[in-house]
């Protein structure tokens, strides 16, 4: 299975702040990318795709970026509703994994 | 727009086997376009993707997962099943259902259930 390492495992920071975060392959999976933002108690939802396509209805303060091994979700200005945990799944193989999750938290 | 609801009981015994159902509304399983996923997630914990089912019924499971599951989908009934065996108290987590969208070889989950969490205790 290909591992999915998330940097870092949590964060504190304020709104407006510019926040990125790291999700790092085992091996090279291209542009198979994908970042979810779950919010506590709901269900994930879909932010990006093949590593930087914004999902429609998704603000764009976010943006994605990235190919083979190294991929980073950035948010521009944190906002208030921003604060949650992001994860990144590959589908590079037919077994598809996800990061371990980088939580936002407010500082 | 695609909804997707799962059911299923919120208790499990140690040994038995879990079944749960996502009713999906608003769109057909059967359309070749998008495939139908599970994923889960322990309490306080990350995603692990359960298995995917394919438009003509084909399943691609978790290796860790494959020998205790299957997925099965009803079009009558515009459903899409799971049914894991032998659960332990690591089987506890919030089941989520999903539909996969799939162009070329991009697959990724959008829109998500609501999720439903199953415990395993006796």
């Known amino acids: 299975d290909i591992q999915m390492t998330q940097s870092p495992s949590s964060l504190s920071a304020s709104v407006g702040d510019r926040v990125t975060i790291t999700c790092r392959a085992s091996?090279?999976?291209?542009?198979?990318l994908s970042w979810y933002q779950q919010r506590p108690g709901k269900a994930p939802k879909l932010l990006i795709y093949?590593?930087?396509t914004l999902q429609s209805g998704v603000p764009s303060r976010f943006s994605g970026s990235g190919s083979g091994t190294d991929f980073s979700l950035t948010i521009s200005s944190l906002q208030p509703e921003d604060f949650a945990t992001y994860f990144c799944q590959q589908s590079s193989t037919i077994a598809l994994t996800f990061g371990g999750g980088t939580k936002v938290e407010i500082k | 727009q695609v909804q997707l609801q799962e059911s299923g009981p919120g208790l499990v015994k140690p040994s038995e086997t879990l079944s749960l159902t996502c009713s999906v509304s608003?769109?057909?399983?059967?359309?070749?376009?998008?495939?139908w996923g599970w994923i889960r997630q322990p309490p306080g914990k990350g995603l692990e993707w359960i298995g995917t089912?394919?438009?003509?019924?084909?399943?691609f499971y978790n290796p860790s997962l494959k020998s205790r599951l299957t997925i099965s989908a009803d079009t009558s009934k515009n459903q899409v099943s799971i049914r894991l065996t032998s659960m332990t108290a690591a089987d506890t987590a919030v089941y989520y259902c999903a539909r996969v969208c799939s162009p070329g070889h991009y697959n990724w989950f959008d829109p998500w259930g609501q999720g439903t969490l199953v415990t395993v205790s006796s």
């Open positions: 091996q090279s999976i291209s542009r198979y």
């Open positions: 608003g769109g057909s399983i059967s359309t070749s376009d998008y495939y």
């Open positions: 089912i394919y438009s003509g019924g084909s399943t």
């Open positions: 093949a590593a930087s």
